[in-house]
Nanobody, 126 residues
Framework: QVTLVESGGGLVQTGGSLRISCAAS????????MAWFRQAPGKEREFVQG?????????YRESSVKDRFTISRNFAENTVYLQIDSLKPEDTDVYYC??????????????????WGQGTQVTVPS
């Protein structure tokens, strides 16, 4: 069982930066893959980035995401972060962290992750 608590969302002007956090607690958290998803109203959750707790391999869908979004982790605090730079109005979404023992194409599928944070709203006014 893993519990995830997110923090750090808010309202940021276009071009600004924001870092959101996901603090994890539970057993064997170093055996999981950590991921960030985003969701707009009425749409499915979309994979943003992911990485394994014990590896530096980065998983992402689009090169544009890799350029402006950076996932990182703090071992001492059992926390994963998502840094978002050069924010755009289209980045306005609820951002969720997710943990799961996932591999291959399942990494990009929200339904394969059993543990989720509560979500944090990021708003970039147009």
């Amino acid at each position: 069982q893993v519990t995830l608590v997110e923090s750090g969302g808010g309202l940021v002007q276009t071009g600004g930066s924001l870092r959101i956090s996901c603090a994890a607690s539970g057993r064997e958290i170093d055996t999981y893959l950590m991921a960030w998803f985003r969701q707009a109203p009425g749409k499915e959750r979309e994979f943003v980035q992911g990485m394994r707790w014990t590896e530096d391999t980065l998983f992402y869908r689009e090169s544009s995401v890799k350029d402006r979004f950076t996932i990182s982790r703090n071992f001492a605090e059992n926390t994963v972060y998502l840094q978002i730079d050069s924010l755009k109005p289209e980045d306005t979404d609820v951002y969720y962290c997710a943990w799961g023992r996932v591999f291959g194409m399942h990494i990009y599928t929200g339904a394969k992750y059993p543990y989720w944070g509560q979500g944090t709203q990021v708003t970039v006014p147009s």
